[in-house]
């Protein structure tokens, strides 16, 4: 459904035949230069591999972001006198509605796991509690 949509919007500035309003589009995403190059080479850019591509693309951005999180919050949660300066420069800067806290007295484990975005070996385990100040609000909602 997503590539058949960009073909659609594609083909309506011209992409198809390798047109002159494509030319003139400055900036173009992923599925727009895949389907350039398909329009080029159909036996082997095939709306399936456009599919898998892109669904590595959103994969591989996803769980790279999620585990740069992960490994900055252990190293915050280990260091709390450096997570309570980010805090408060947080609450300088925007609305921040939750407090974290190590589950245990002991250090969060920082080794790190097989992969080609090093995952932590273990998931990260951390308590999350609402702060006073929005307390009301979530409740609310």
């Given at each position: 459904?997503?590539?058949?949509?960009?073909?659609?919007?594609?083909?309506?500035?011209?992409?198809?035949?390798?047109?002159?309003?494509?030319?003139?589009?400055?900036?173009?995403?992923?599925?727009?230069?895949?389907?350039?190059?398909?329009?080029?080479?159909?036996?082997?850019?095939?709306?399936?591999?456009?599919?898998?591509?892109?669904l590595?693309?959103?994969?591989?951005?996803?769980?790279?972001?999620?585990?740069?999180?992960?490994?900055?919050?252990?190293?915050?949660?280990?260091?709390?006198?450096?997570?309570?300066?980010?805090?408060?420069?947080?609450?300088?800067?925007?609305?921040?509605?939750?407090?974290?806290?190590?589950?245990?007295?002991?250090?969060?484990?920082?080794?790190?796991?097989?992969?080609?975005?090093?995952?932590?070996?273990?998931?990260?385990?951390?308590?999350?509690?609402?702060?006073?100040?929005?307390?009301?609000?979530l409740?609310e909602?």
């Amino acid at each position: 459904e997503l590539v058949e949509g960009c073909k659609r919007r594609f083909k309506s500035y011209g992409g198809e035949g390798g047109g002159d309003m494509v030319a003139e589009v400055k900036t173009k995403t992923m599925i727009e230069m895949l389907l350039a190059l398909q329009a080029k080479e159909p036996e082997y850019y095939t709306d399936a591999l456009i599919r898998s591509l892109m669904l590595n693309l959103l994969t591989g951005g996803t769980d790279a972001s999620a585990g740069t999180m992960e490994w900055a919050l252990s190293l915050l949660l280990n260091h709390p006198h450096v997570l309570k300066k980010a805090q408060l420069e947080i609450d300088r800067s925007m609305i921040q509605c939750f407090d974290w806290e190590r589950v245990g007295k002991e250090l969060v484990d920082m080794t790190g796991g097989v992969g080609l975005s090093m995952p932590k070996a273990k998931p990260l385990m951390a308590y999350c509690r609402a702060r006073p100040v929005a307390a009301k609000f979530l409740s609310e909602n």
